[in-house]
């Protein structure tokens, strides 16, 4: 595709609900990373996948974070049991070098 | 673990002034990168610099990269009211793996 793409773009949840986020990267981009961005804040990184070596989870916060990434290609961070403090834009960019190309985000709101 | 501040977190001028954004790591970098990202938009990349010392320009913003490779800066000159947002840097580890600092927002009069 043209560029990284993100889905949904908005997500509201109710507390404790479970949600899924994906993300396509483009085409040929052999690393995929995922940040949070609280309001007025700066990118938290939360996870790296590069090829097919084990992904660097360092960055997630709690054992409710997961992502996988599929083929190589496709990834979908999932929250569960989501808290109000998730509430941010989460933030998907991949690269084939250095420079990250970023997706759109998706902004998720939990009530 | 490897950390990468930016100063100031907010930076309001007058439209005509000068801006500088700095960036200090913990550790060694490979390369800093720079993102510039508008209200309610996402980050693009600006540049990237590789080199110890090295200085790179786009108009009128000027890259620095420190000789040690652990700071940079980002300047620009005479700001206009497209300039508004936030800029990042993003500091590179051998492992390739990116850590940001937390920003500069910039703010303009007209």
């Known amino acids: 595709g043209a560029g990284v793409s993100q889905s949904p773009s908005n997500k509201v949840t109710e507390k404790g609900k479970d949600v899924e986020l994906r993300c396509d990267p483009i085409?040929?981009?052999?690393?995929l990373y995922w940040y949070r961005q609280s309001l007025g804040q700066g990118l938290e990184f939360l996870i790296y996948?590069?090829?097919?070596?084990?992904?660097?989870k360092s960055g997630l916060p709690s054992d409710r974070f997961s992502a996988e990434r599929t083929g190589g290609s496709v990834s979908t961070l999932t929250i569960q049991r989501t808290q109000q403090e998730d509430s941010a834009v989460y933030l998907c960019?991949?690269?084939?070098?250095?420079?990250?190309?970023f997706g759109p985000g998706t902004r998720l709101l939990v009530l | 673990g490897q950390q990468v501040m930016q100063i100031p977190q907010y930076q309001h001028v007058q439209e005509g002034e000068d801006f500088t954004t700095y960036c200090n790591s913990s550790?060694?970098?490979?390369?800093i990168q720079w993102y510039k990202q508008r209200p309610g938009g996402h980050p693009v990349f600006l540049i990237q610099?590789?080199?110890?010392?090295e200085v790179k320009k786009q108009k009128r913003l000027t890259f620095q990269f420190g000789e040690a490779k652990k700071n940079s800066s980002l300047h620009i000159t005479a700001t206009q009211t497209t300039d508004v947002g936030t800029y990042f840097c993003?500091?590179?580890?051998?492992?390739?793996?990116?850590?940001f600092g937390s920003g500069t927002r910039l703010s303009i009069r007209p």
């Open positions: 610099l590789v080199k110890s010392g």
């Open positions: 550790t060694t970098l490979s390369n």
């Open positions: 996948f590069q090829g097919n070596s084990a992904p660097d």
């Open positions: 085409s040929g981009h052999t690393a």
């Open positions: 960019a991949s690269s084939l070098g250095q420079t990250q190309y």
């Open positions: 993003g500091g590179g580890s051998s492992a390739s793996k990116i850590i």
